[in-house]
C-alpha cells in the first residue's frame, strides 16, 4: 500500500488552543505512520509541523507547500519545502495532494481548501472549523479527528 498522506490545513493566526490541536494531531498522524503536507507556512501549520516531528517513532515526512518561490519561507519542521510561487493558488496542489484532511479553525484560506477538496472527492474533518454539511463531521479532539481520516 502506498504511503498515505494526510493534510492538516488551518489558520495562519490561531489561538494557543487550537495550535495546542494542530500539534497533537500532528503528533498522532507521525505515530500512525503518515507524512503530514501542510501550506508550510506559521500558525495551525507550524504547530501540527511541530507536533510531528516531536514523535520519536515517526516514519513520515512533513511536505509544506508554499505560496512564494522561495523555500526559506517554510517554517523550521519542513522535512520538503515546495515553493511554487503562486499565491494562495497553491491550495488546489494541497487539496490535489493529500489524501485526507484536517481543518483546524476558520480561515477563509482554510476554507477554500475544505472546498477544493470536498471538490476532489476526498475525506475532510473539521477540527473546530467550518460546519459545511454531513459529509464534514465536526469533532471536538484532535484524536477524534485523526482517527476519522485515517479510518478506511
Not at 29 to 50: D, P, Y
Not at 125 to 143: G, M, Q, T, Y
Request: include cysteine; charge should be neutral.
Amino acid at each position: 500500500m502506498p504511503h498515505r498522506l494526510i493534510a492538516i490545513i488551518g489558520q495562519a493566526t490561531p489561538d494557543e488552543a487550537l495550535e495546542q490541536l494542530a500539534r497533537e494531531a500532528g503528533r498522532l498522524l507521525a505515530a500512525a505512520g503518515v507524512s503530514l503536507i501542510t501550506g508550510g507556512l506559521g500558525g495551525v501549520m507550524a504547530a501540527a509541523s511541530e507536533g510531528f516531528k516531536q514523535c520519536p517513532t515517526r516514519a513520515g515526512v512533513v511536505i509544506g507547500i508554499l505560496p512564494s518561490s522561495c523555500p526559506s519561507d517554510a517554517n523550521p519542521h519542513v522535512d520538503i519545502a515546495l515553493a511554487t510561487g503562486i499565491g494562495e493558488a497553491r491550495n488546489a496542489i494541497i487539496a490535489s495532494a493529500a489524501d485526507a484532511f484536517i481543518a483546524i479553525g476558520r480561515g477563509y484560506g482554510t476554507l477554500s481548501e475544505i472546498g477544493l477538496a470536498m471538490k476532489l472527492g476526498k475525506k475532510v474533518v473539521a477540527l473546530r472549523s467550518w460546519p459545511i454539511d454531513d459529509r464534514v463531521p465536526c469533532v471536538e479532539s484532535a484524536a477524534q479527528a485523526v482517527a476519522a481520516v485515517l479510518k478506511k
